[in-house]
């Protein structure tokens, strides 16, 4: 393997049954076991109780939202690795840098780096050396602005985010890079629901969600698409139970059955003595990788068959006074040919007529969606066509109705909200320049995968990570590792060692910073943060560990003494005053970006606030006209020559985002492998394979030749044509160039693949 991906691990590797249920008692087993093994007894009791309430801290795993009521295990088991993988004890010094090269260090697995411990000292790697040495964080500042001002321009410096950045440190990182002079801000958005935010903000005029979490005790349907709840966001599981509980009904489309949809234990109610699980999914669709926009047209059809017979109504008035192009859209529904319809989705037309017979049935309906629509090339049509099915029926601005992306990084919607984006409104640049009188640049920057592409080209010198595992977390590995090497000096502010700390430009920094759950106090105060979840509340997050080391410095402390050393003063900003007290971050930010009133007074407020949404609030789009649109999209084509299969990528149960907590991924029934490739029985036998046997898998879109090996084939419950692979393993198959039109986000989710047999 080569050292910029991750090699395998090489315990025993079996396949049992995939669950049937998600959560119960093996989820309280599970996290048990794993916050008593890395924070022990008393630091689990201390953290785990304070996680998403409202005097604590904000889960650093996914965005959902907390409920108003909570409980005194506000947290799922995933919630709880993630806060007990930063809260560990291991500590990873400069002790044990001189014991490891980077060259031995990038032999081991994603899982083995990340076991280490917390990063707690400042490191640097010298131009030419394998090893990280410890330095002083002055010496480290002062190298970062030595480069950053010797740079001909602004331009050749990157400065990528990650969503478990605090909108604190999010506003004053985009102020620190547009003063610099560049919007060159990718972010990992670019990567998952940049599409979501396009198709929205085409249509409906705003590119995040337009629902409560009260909406899902008062929906009829929920329809769940490209989305693995049970693993990804497992919360989301006790709003979908409310759902039923409350006379609602669910359809999951997703070509893998998954656990958190078939049935549903919440791990409290054994408090209660109550052993029974709730049924979530009525209707399960097993749909082809991408077939997604002709299921949902497959739907409008039959709801339009329907209304032409008498049997189904529309919401005419919202249609002739809340829309524009809707005789567009069913005149290309009427069309669509049904046998296509039927081919490209991968369901019976029965299928797909008793979701739209359920659809019919229905008051309100929320589609929520991840990544199974997003990462594809047609990813911005997935969106638009989930809007099209809800403007049918005037699904937004009322009770139970609505769009839910539902979003990874616990604030990658606040990062958005804050300014970290390459395509920066000029509404927001002028309120910057009149806060901080400095003249922003207007020019577009680059989004991640332009930006590997310029570090590739050689056109970028300095790489400088806010958080995140970039290596691992991009597309085109073995291409996206030659970028970075291009670069002078890469930068990774982390609190944990991962790939992305091997993978270097000739010259490299460490620096470590404080995790969501430690206590950050400067001046003897103790600073409080705030996040943006996944349905646009603003929230406060407020650590209560011991720091794992003195030497730790908060975000918005090292992005203060980065841009006072890295900019001339010709501006009226000053750092020192902004990182000695964050309500003075606040305070900025009430002045440059809407919705922000009275931010620190707010943010006091038990449950935070909620921001503006007028699709949500006043059932008005802020769009050129102030109506929502319908879109006419085409059928993808959906078929692949003889011999290749469609490739979609997917996180195992022990895993979030690239952050690997074991090898086993317990709902799926595969134990102690991350090397796998999931198959349909018949597609192993018409290809002439056996069940276990080892294979490359090979990928040549773009007539490159990018192979993975050692992948070994499991029997699964999948579309016939159809296989998918774990990330970030499977990702040197995704070429750079194989993106979401308009949005530009890696179409990690089908990749044509062919296999190859190993001997």
Not at 42 to 61: A, M, R, Y
Not at 305 to 311: F, R, T, V
Not at 708 to 728: N, Q, S, W
Request: charged letters at 25%.
């Amino acid at each position: 393997m080569k050292g910029h991906r991750a090699p395998p691990d090489k315990p025993k590797s079996r396949q049992k049954a995939a669950k049937k249920s998600a959560a119960g008692i093996p989820a309280i087993i599970s996290t048990t076991k794993h916050s008593l093994k890395k924070m022990g007894l008393i630091k689990s009791l201390k953290t785990l109780s304070l996680v998403n309430q409202k005097e604590g801290f904000d889960c650093p795993g996914c965005a959902w939202p907390d409920p108003e009521d909570r409980t005194s295990f506000e947290f799922c088991e995933n919630g709880a690795k993630a806060v007990a993988d930063e809260a560990m004890n291991k500590k990873i010094g400069a002790k044990f840098f001189k014991k490891h090269t980077i060259s031995e260090l990038s032999k081991k697995s994603d899982y083995w780096l990340n076991s280490q411990g917390r990063l707690i000292s400042p490191m640097y790697k010298e131009e030419g050396s394998d090893n990280y040495n410890e330095i002083s964080w002055d010496d480290a500042f002062n190298l970062i602005a030595k480069e950053l001002k010797s740079l001909k321009s602004p331009n050749e410096a990157i400065f990528y985010t990650s969503g478990r950045t605090s909108n604190e440190a999010a506003f004053l990182y985009q102020l620190f890079v547009r003063a610099y002079g560049t919007n060159n801000l990718p972010d990992c958005s670019n990567m998952c629901h940049e599409s979501s935010g396009r198709g929205l903000s085409e249509t409906i005029g705003i590119g995040k969600g337009t629902v409560t979490l009260d909406d899902f005790n008062k929906t009829s349907l929920v329809i769940v698409m490209g989305q693995n709840p049970g693993t990804n966001h497992p919360r989301m599981l006790s709003a979908l139970e409310s759902t039923k509980k409350n006379g609602g009904n669910i359809i999951h489309a997703n070509p893998l059955p998954e656990a958190g949809l078939v049935r549903f234990k919440h791990p409290q109610d054994y408090m209660k003595l109550s052993f029974k699980s709730t049924k979530l999914s009525d209707l399960h669709l097993p749909v082809k990788i991408n077939g997604d926009v002709a299921l949902m047209k497959g739907i409008g059809k039959y709801l339009l068959e329907k209304k032409n017979k008498g049997m189904h109504q529309f919401d005419d008035d919202f249609i002739n006074n809340k829309t524009n192009n809707y005789n567009q859209y069913i005149e290309s529904l009427e069309k669509e040919d049904w046998d296509l319809i039927v081919s490209s989705s991968g369901l019976s037309r029965s299928q797909i007529e008793s979701a739209g017979e359920m659809v019919s049935q229905s008051k309100s309906i929320i589609i929520c969606w991840a990544m199974g629509l997003t990462q594809h090339v047609n990813g911005v049509d997935n969106v638009k066509e989930t809007v099209n099915l809800l403007l049918l029926g005037g699904h937004f601005g009322r009770a139970g109705a609505g769009v839910c992306p539902v979003r990874g990084h616990s604030n990658v919607q606040g990062d958005r909200t804050m300014g970290i984006w390459e395509k920066p409104k000029e509404s927001f640049l002028k309120k910057l320049e009149e806060r901080f009188k400095f003249k922003a640049p207007y020019q577009h920057g680059h989004d991640t995968v332009s930006a590997i592409k310029a570090m590739y080209d050689g056109e970028i010198k300095v790489f400088l990570g806010l958080g995140g595992n970039f290596i691992s977390a991009t597309p085109d590995t073995d291409y996206t590792a030659k970028a970075m090497k291009n670069t002078e000096l890469s930068i990774q502010i982390s609190t944990k060692l991962n790939r992305s700390h091997l993978i270097t430009g000739k010259k490299s920094l460490i620096l470590p910073c404080l995790g969501r759950t430690e206590k950050d106090i400067i001046n003897d105060i103790e600073q409080v943060v705030s996040v943006e979840n996944s349905m646009g509340v603003v929230h406060r997050s407020k650590g209560n560990l011991k720091p794992a080391s003195r030497s730790l410095k908060s975000e918005p402390d090292i992005i203060a003494n980065i841009a006072k050393r890295s900019i001339s003063q010709k501006n009226d900003i000053n750092w020192d005053y902004l990182r000695i007290n964050y309500d003075n971050i606040r305070d900025a930010i009430e002045d440059c970006i809407d919705g922000f009133e009275n931010y620190n007074e707010r943010l006091r407020m038990p449950s935070g606030f909620n921001l503006p949404n007028p699709p949500k609030d006043t059932q008005s789009f802020s769009t050129d006209d102030g109506k929502a649109n319908f879109t006419v999209t085409k059928i993808p084509e959906n078929s692949n020559p003889k011999g290749y299969l469609t490739m979609m990528t997917i996180r195992s149960h022990d895993q979030y985002n690239t952050t690997i907590y074991g090898l086993d991924d317990r709902y799926r029934g595969i134990k102690g492998n991350r090397y796998v490739v999931l198959m349909n029985e018949r597609d192993i036998e018409d290809l002439g394979f056996k069940p276990n046997q080892k294979v490359k898998i090979i990928s040549d879109l773009d007539g490159v030749n990018r192979v993975v090996d050692g992948f070994k084939i499991l029997k699964y419950e999948i579309p016939r044509g159809c296989i998918a692979t774990y990330f970030p393993e499977a990702n040197p198959l995704v070429p750079i160039g194989h993106v979401a039109l308009k949005s530009n986000t890696p179409a990690s989710k089908s990749i044509p693949v062919r296999l190859e047999l190993i001997n």
